[in-house]
């Protein structure tokens, strides 16, 4: 039962987002929110933002903040659909391939941070304009479309794009909670030093870090080349990437202390969707909308952050009115 209410706690966020929204959007008169095609844009559109969340959360919750996930998704993507279709693999051995060229692309930026010992922050700044420049000069600067190859897009559609989210799912629940790995990962968030003096060896996590996150990426990189054409990435425009899963890592790393780390990311990702489509729908401007996110997520960090001195406040107030009344 414990369990039970752990997982409905977790999952109450996107349910309550979902009613809120449906609310307003019946209240202006907007039926398209209230249909089986609504449910499917919603959950199909977060299978790419929980996985790129994935990556991007795993480091944050040790305190490294890594702008790198939208330029190894990009350019991961171009190098492994190309290389696919010119060597007429299928679609499982491009998804391979290109899980292998995003691993290595993280574990390259791994390395760099471990040689320099410089903050994350600059380091995969600069690793963002390295690989930002590489994808405007491999293959001519083409990018990416795969939209001519539809065998090589399955994992896109259902139930393909929803059975790789449960391995990743599965995957990351396993590491994270059944194994040393996750036992260091957590320990070194809490206190690094305390978990180095303790025995846990930081570079080693560190190194298993980027392997899983680049894996991650790699399989992001094949469900974004396969639903969008992929154009080379210049001046930061990758970081958009990373900053549209934001909302989702920053949720569901709140979420998870319901439940887990996974679950959290998922539930996150599913109700900013909810919130995303919702604009959408009720015709809200796209500047208008990266306001309303932008506010939301402001608002819903100030509040989780501070919420045992607003409760202690809320029952100051009480007291006092009740000495007032009394």
Same mark, same amino acid.
């Given at each position: 039962?414990?369990?039970?209410?752990?997982?409905?706690?977790?999952?109450?966020?996107?349910?309550?987002?979902?009613?809120?929204?449906?609310?307003?959007?019946?209240?202006?008169?907007?039926?398209?929110?209230?249909?089986?095609?609504?449910?499917?844009?919603?959950?199909?559109?977060?299978?790419?933002?929980?996985?790129?969340?994935?990556?991007?959360?795993?480091?944050?919750?040790?305190?490294?903040?890594?702008?790198?996930?939208?330029?190894?998704?990009?350019?991961?993507?171009?190098?492994?659909?190309?290389?696919?279709?010119?060597?007429?693999?299928?679609?499982?051995?491009?998804?391979?391939?290109?899980?292998?060229?995003?691993?290595?692309?993280? =574990?390259?930026?791994?390395? /760099?941070?471990? %040689?320099?010992?410089? +903050?994350?922050? $600059?380091? @995969?700044?600069?690793?963002? !304009?390295?690989?930002?420049?590489?994808?405007?000069?491999?293959?001519?600067?083409?990018?990416?479309?795969?939209?001519?190859?539809?065998?090589?897009?399955?994992?896109?559609?259902?139930?393909?794009?929803?059975?790789?989210?449960?391995?990743?799912?599965?995957?990351?629940?396993?590491?994270?909670?059944?194994?040393?790995?996750?036992?260091?990962?957590?320990?070194?968030?809490?206190?690094?030093?305390?978990?180095?003096?303790?025995?846990?060896?930081?570079?080693?996590?560190?190194?298993?870090?980027?392997?899983?996150?680049?894996?991650?990426?790699?399989?992001?990189?094949?469900?974004?080349?396969?639903?969008?054409?992929?154009?080379?990435?210049?001046?930061?425009?990758?970081?958009?990437?990373?900053?549209?899963?934001?909302?989702?890592? =920053?949720?569901?790393?709140? /979420?998870?202390? %319901?439940?887990?780390? +996974?679950?959290? $990311?998922? @539930?996150?990702?599913?109700? !900013?969707?909810?919130?995303?489509?919702?604009?959408?729908?009720?015709?809200?401007?796209?500047?208008?909308?990266?306001?309303?996110?932008?506010?939301?997520?402001?608002?819903?960090?100030?509040?989780?952050?501070?919420?045992?001195?607003?409760?202690?406040?809320?029952?100051?107030?009480?007291?006092?009115?009740?000495?007032?009344?009394?």
């Amino acid at each position: 039962m414990k369990q039970l209410l752990r997982l409905m706690k977790t999952f109450s966020f996107p349910f309550l987002m979902y009613a809120v929204i449906l609310l307003v959007s019946l209240g202006a008169q907007k039926t398209g929110y209230w249909s089986g095609n609504a449910f499917d844009i919603i959950i199909r559109g977060s299978v790419v933002s929980t996985i790129i969340a994935f990556a991007i959360a795993l480091p944050l919750s040790g305190a490294r903040w890594d702008f790198a996930a939208g330029t190894i998704v990009i350019l991961s993507g171009i190098l492994g659909s190309n290389l696919a279709s010119m060597l007429g693999l299928n679609a499982v051995l491009m998804l391979l391939l290109t899980v292998a060229i995003g691993t290595l692309l993280a =574990l390259l930026e791994g390395v /760099l941070y471990l %040689f320099l010992r410089v +903050p994350t922050i $600059i380091v @995969s700044l600069g690793v963002v !304009m390295i690989y930002e420049a590489l994808s405007g000069l491999v293959f001519d600067g083409s990018g990416a479309n795969m939209f001519m190859d539809t065998k090589l897009t399955i994992f896109a559609k259902a139930p393909y794009c929803y059975l790789i989210l449960a391995i990743v799912l599965g995957v990351y629940y396993f590491l994270l909670t059944d194994t040393k790995f996750g036992y260091d990962t957590r320990s070194l968030g809490i206190n690094a030093q305390l978990a180095v003096n303790n025995g846990v060896n930081e570079k080693k996590n560190i190194i298993q870090t980027y392997l899983l996150v680049g894996a991650t990426l790699g399989v992001a990189a094949v469900l974004n080349a396969s639903t969008v054409s992929v154009s080379p990435a210049s001046n930061l425009g990758s970081t958009s990437i990373m900053f549209s899963s934001m909302g989702p890592v =920053l949720v569901g790393l709140y /979420l998870a202390r %319901f439940s887990n780390l +996974p679950l959290g $990311i998922f @539930s996150g990702a599913i109700g !900013m969707n909810a919130l995303t489509y919702g604009m959408v729908v009720l015709g809200i401007d796209g500047s208008v909308q990266t306001i309303i996110l932008g506010a939301f997520i402001v608002i819903f960090m100030g509040y989780t952050t501070n919420q045992e001195k607003l409760h202690a406040f809320s029952q100051r107030m009480f007291h006092r009115s009740g000495i007032v009344s009394a």
